[in-house]
C-alpha cells in the first residue's frame, strides 16, 4: 500500500519510512498499538482508542502523550484521501541497545499508517459464523493492547486452519474473550459478558455496544460464564474494531440455538450499524 506514514515526527513515504534495528518494540515486544476503524474517512470513537492507548503507555512506564497524535491521524486521513481504511498507530519505549529493564534519556517511536479495510459481507453477518475455543495460554495483562500478539496470532491461525472465524479463549472453564474480540452470550433475553479486570482487553467497540444495550433498556450482566453457558446460550455474538457486532451461531462444529442469529444480536448490530453511518456522515458520536 502506497502513500503517507508518520513517523517520529514527520509524514514520509510508507517504503522510506526506517525504524532503527534496535527498536524495543522490534526487539522486546516493548509498547502499545490501536487499530481505529475509518468509515467515509471518519475515525470511529478515536477519543477512546486514545484514551486506552494513553493508560497502556501510562501502565508500561512509557512517556508519551497521545493528545498530539489526534492531529497527526487526521492529517494521515487527509493526506492519503482516505476512504474506508483502518488506521494502525503504535508507540513504543524507543531504540535503545538491548537490555530488559528500561533504558534512561531514550524517545519513543511513534508511527501511526493505514491500511485497506476488509469489510465483512452482509451474507455473513446475516448468517453468522463459527468459532472455536482454544486454552488462553496468554499473559495474566490482557487488558494492555501491547504488540505482543503471537498466542494471539497462533490463535487466529488455528481458527483459519479449522475453517473458522475467530478463536476464543477459556481460563479453566470460563471464556474470556477472542483473540481480537469481545464475546457477548445471551440467555432468557438477558445478555453476559466478561467484566472488565485483567484478563480480557476492553474492546472499544465492546464499550459501544454497552452503551447501547443501556439505551434500548436491556439486561446486561458484566460476569463470568462457563463454556456450557456458552454451548447452551440463546445466541452469541463478537464485537471488534474490525468484527463490529458479529453473531456466533457454532463453537466447535455445535449449533448454537436454532443455529441463526437471534433477535438481541440483531438490534445491536442494527444499532451499531446507524451509529456507523453517523459517523461516516462526519458526526460526533
Known amino acids: 500500500m502506497s502513500g503517507k506514514v508518520y513517523l517520529n515526527g514527520k509524514f514520509v513515504d510508507r517504503d522510506k519510512a526506517m525504524i532503527p534495528v534496535e527498536d524495543r518494540g522490534f526487539m522486546l515486544g516493548d509498547g502499545v498499538y490501536e487499530v481505529v476503524r475509518l468509515y467515509k474517512g471518519n475515525p470511529f470513537c478515536l477519543d477512546r482508542h486514545l484514551e486506552r492507548m494513553q493508560n497502556g503507555l501510562d501502565v ?4 508519551f502523550n497521545v493528545k498530539e497524535l489526534e492531529e497527526v491521524c487526521y492529517k494521515i486521513i487527509k493526506i492519503n484521501d482516505l476512504e474506508e481504511a483502518n488506521l494502525y498507530i503504535q508507540v513504543t519505549r524507543g531504540a535503545a541497545p538491548r537490555q530488559h529493564h528500561f533504558p534512561e534519556d531514550i524517545r ?3 508511527l501511526v499508517m493505514s491500511y485497506p479495510a476488509a469489510p465483512i459481507s452482509q451474507e455473513t453477518r446475516q448468517h453468522g459464523v463459527k468459532i472455536v ?5 496468554r499473559w495474566n495483562r490482557c487488558c494492555i493492547k501491547t504488540i505482543q ?3 494471539n ?4 491461525q488455528q481458527a483459519k486452519e479449522a475453517g473458522a472465524f475467530e478463536a476464543v479463549f477459556y481460563r479453566g472453564d470460563i471464556i474470556t474473550e477472542g483473540s481480537s474480540s469481545n464475546i ?3 440467555k432468557d433475553e438477558k445478555i453476559f459478558t466478561y467484566p472488565l479486570k485483567e484478563n480480557i482487553l476492553g474492546g472499544v467497540t465492546r464499550s459501544v455496544v454497552m452503551d447501547i444495550i443501556e439505551a434500548e433498556g436491556l439486561e446486561v450482566y458484566e460476569r463470568e460464564f462457563t463454556r456450557q453457558e456458552l454451548l447452551d446460550a440463546d445466541e452469541v455474538f463478537l464485537t471488534g474494531t474490525t468484527t463490529e457486532v458479529m453473531p456466533v451461531v457454532d463453537v466447535d462444529g455445535k449449533k448454537i440455538s436454532t443455529g441463526k442469529p437471534g433477535k438481541i444480536t440483531g438490534i445491536i448490530a442494527e444499532k451499531f450499524e446507524k451509529l456507523k453511518n453517523k459517523v461516516a456522515e462526519g458526526k460526533q458520536l
Do not use: C, R, S
Not at 475455543?133 to 495460554?137: G, H, I, K, Q, V
Not at 496470532?153 to 487466529?156: C, E, M, Q, R, S
Open 60 to 63: 508500561l512506564k512509557i512517556k
Open 108 to 110: 519513543p517511536t511513534v
Open 133 to 137: 475455543l482454544l486454552p488462553d495460554e
Open 149 to 151: 500478539l503471537l498466542p
Open 153 to 156: 496470532v497462533l490463535a487466529k
Open 184 to 186: 457477548f452470550i445471551v
